[in-house]
DNA sequence: CATCAGGGCCCTG
DNA sequence: CAGGGCCCTGAT
């Protein structure tokens, strides 16, 4: 375990309106051992440029005049100009610069997205990881009940993360893909990963190689974006859609929809029996009709709504599809 | 006890 | 372009 004894503090702007909670805790997203939420606080840890760190947001202002406090934690001192391409970073993964002005002025008198976001109003979508992080994290959902994925990224993260203590909290951080270079096929499967061993080696790999790299990529336009990521071994259109729009920010990314959502959606959005649901062409039409250039923030805003109720008792009907 | 599908994707025919 | 196979696990 690695204490972090060095820390810093930095107020953040983030664009108003900011929903703190609501950005920086995702009720639909899987549990994993690298961050930890109660109202008003996120603790979460990032590898940047090789060095491992501990964050910790508190929310500060209002939603209007919005603030984050950000701790950064390390075992060693920072430089400025580390911590200014940190802060600049962060910026782009928490889309703190994010402007929804328009999405909000567009559907305030929508009759569903509307309501929807008067209660969510200054919420973004989050994304913590980088792009191999959040690589990692999608080869672990794929074809595994979300208890699975739970099991399979607390194992890795055991065996390859560094477990930070830091502010009283105990969390591990991603790898960097060298040390899983390292590791043998066999060895990953004993941690119960199944035939996603040879992905996560081949997507690592592709990294190690620098075959891809996330800071080229975001300078590409979105076709070739798409495509660098099917290129991946094991990365299909379910994995680049959740990518391009979490990684990337895409807010109208909608080209594939997996069955799982495919039921959820049947039933949140045309109120129709989860297991005899809508073709998924058919809704990804009704959604380009009505929400054209915002379908993943109009998906996100509905699909976090139906996730809180959830977490409070108020959506049990989801259980049977979520499967924690 | 066996069988099966799961928050996909690859490969083959 | 359809469909079998894949690691494992919990549900049935």
């Known amino acids: 375990m690695t204490p972090l004894k060095y820390s810093y503090t930095i107020l953040l702007h983030p664009t108003s309106p ?56 390390a075992q060693q001192q920072l430089s ?31 009759e569903h997205l509307g309501p929807v976001i008067t209660r969510w109003q200054g919420m973004r979508d989050l994304n913590c990881n980088s792009l191999y992080e959040y690589l990692i994290i999608a080869i672990v959902l794929q074809n595994a009940t979300v208890r699975r994925s739970v099991t399979m990224m607390q194992n890795l993260l055991e065996n390859f993360g560094d477990l930070l203590e830091y502010d009283g909290k105990k969390l591990y951080c991603f790898w960097e893909p060298d040390l899983i270079m390292k590791v043998a096929e066999v060895d990953l499967r004993a941690l119960k990963v199944g035939y996603r061993a040879k992905t996560i080696l081949r ?13 080229a990529l975001r300078q590409k336009p979105y076709p070739n974006q798409r495509q660098a990521l099917l290129d991946l071994y094991g990365i299909g259109p379910a994995s680049v859609g959740y990518i391009l729009s979490a990684v990337f920010h895409y807010l109208d990314e909608l080209q594939h929809i997996s069955p799982w959502e495919q039921k959820i959606y049947s039933k949140l959005f045309f109120d129709r029996d ?24 109009a998906i996100h805003y509905f699909w976090e709504d139906l ?10 009907w989801l259980n049977e599809f979520i499967r924690l």
């Open 203 to 215: 997507v690592t790999e592709s990294f190690a190689n620098n075959k891809i790299s996330e800071e």
């Open 274 to 297: 989860p297991n005899d649901p809508i073709p998924a062409d058919e809704m990804i039409k009704f959604m380009t009709d009505h929400y054209s250039g915002y379908r993943a923030i």
């Open 307 to 316: 996730f809180w109720q959830w977490k409070f008792g108020k959506a049990d």
């Open 18 to 73: 900011f929903n703190f909670d609501a950005t920086l805790y995702k009720p639909d997203h899987f549990p994993t051992p690298d961050h930890f939420w109660q109202p008003g606080t996120r603790w979460q840890t990032m590898r940047w440029a090789g060095v491992p760190l501990g964050l910790k947001f508190e929310q500060r202002g209002t939603s209007v005049q919005p603030k984050i406090n950000l701790n950064v934690f």
């Open 80 to 110: 400025a100009t580390y911590l200014d391409g940190l802060v600049a970073e962060i910026r782009y993964r928490y889309s703190l610069d994010l402007d929804l002005t328009n999405f909000y002025a567009r559907f305030l008198n929508d």
